[in-house]
């Protein structure tokens, strides 16, 4: 039975690393005494700086799915894109009967919007009172469900404040969701959050078609989906390695290609001699772009600066 090749540990890295440098420095005599103990206070750091370089050049890649189809709401799927403004005096934004759930995008930083029931003609009792949260009039989005006292009467949403502000994207559901952050993005394109450790995007399907009808925005965090392209859309993505810290332990198993993992001692190996010897680091890092230019399996254009002082204190996450 064939045994299965881990990754190589945290800890395995940092010995490696220390006979590199005692190798690389005169007679070992940097790598005694109060240095190594100096050294292994940093290893955790040293092993982070290691993997986030060379994740930028060699790619962990990884996927997700979204199922992107419209829910049905009461209003129909164009009502509530455009904008509608206030300017002081109240507006009913939309009222229905049935209404479970609701969301709706405002650029105001101030004022209230008020969930309302009429409980009897033209009796309108305030269920809930949201406030607008905008800054720098960018459009944030509002959602939530509705409890009424009957769900045969009529529910409306309210604008209130003394300024001009404006709403889009705004309708209302007849269901009730798992939770606020569930009820569905509503708009022209629909947005869904991207994983917290997405670097770039390698390739998107749609329905296993390749296609490029998606937006990025935000600092990486959000991508953009045409509300009526419907399916499965399969994204192909290059991630961000988890962050190795103290609580990482020291049997952590790196997460970049087995193929590369050598060379994470050569970039430790520097980082621990830099400050005393930055010439003999130098010679450390060279070794380590040696190997790296000796992979075979395809790599990313690698612009990586020489060991200085300065540079070897700063993690570079690309």
Known sequence: MASTVRNLTVNEAFEIALKIASEYSIRGSLQTGTK????????????????????????????????????????????????????????????TTGALSYILSSNSNSGTFTIEEETS????????????????????????HITAGDTDNSIRIVLKGSYPYQVTNYTMYDITFNGDSNI???????????????????????????????EIIGDNEYVILDKDNEGVYLFEYDRIPKVIDDDSGDDYEFEIKKEAQH????????????????????????????????????????????????LWGVKQYG
């Open 184 to 214: 569905p993005n509503y708009g022209e394109g629909i947005i869904y959050s991207l994983p917290s450790d997405f670097r770039k995007m390698r390739k998107v399907t749609h329905n296993s078609i390749i296609t490029d009808r998606y």
């Open 36 to 95: 190594i103990a100096d050294n292994d206070a940093k290893k955790f750091s040293f092993a982070d700086s290691a993997q986030q370089e060379i994740a930028v050049a060699i790619p962990i890649e990884d996927k997700f799915e979204i199922s992107h189809f419209k829910t049905t709401t009461l209003f129909g799927d164009e009502h509530g894109l455009d904008f509608v403004k206030h300017v002081n005096d109240d507006v009913v934004l939309m009222a």
């Open 263 to 310: 060379l994470i001692p050569y970039y430790i190996a520097a980082l621990m001699i830099v400050e005393d010897k930055p010439e003999v680091a130098d010679v450390a890092f060279q070794e380590y772009e040696k190997k790296f230019n000796l992979l075979t399996f395809k790599k990313e254009p690698k612009k990586i600066s020489r060991v200085t002082n300065n």
């Open 121 to 144: 003609e033209d009796v309108w009792s305030v269920l809930d009172t949201e406030t607008y949260s905008s800054a720098d009039e960018d459009f944030v989005t509002y959602s939530g």
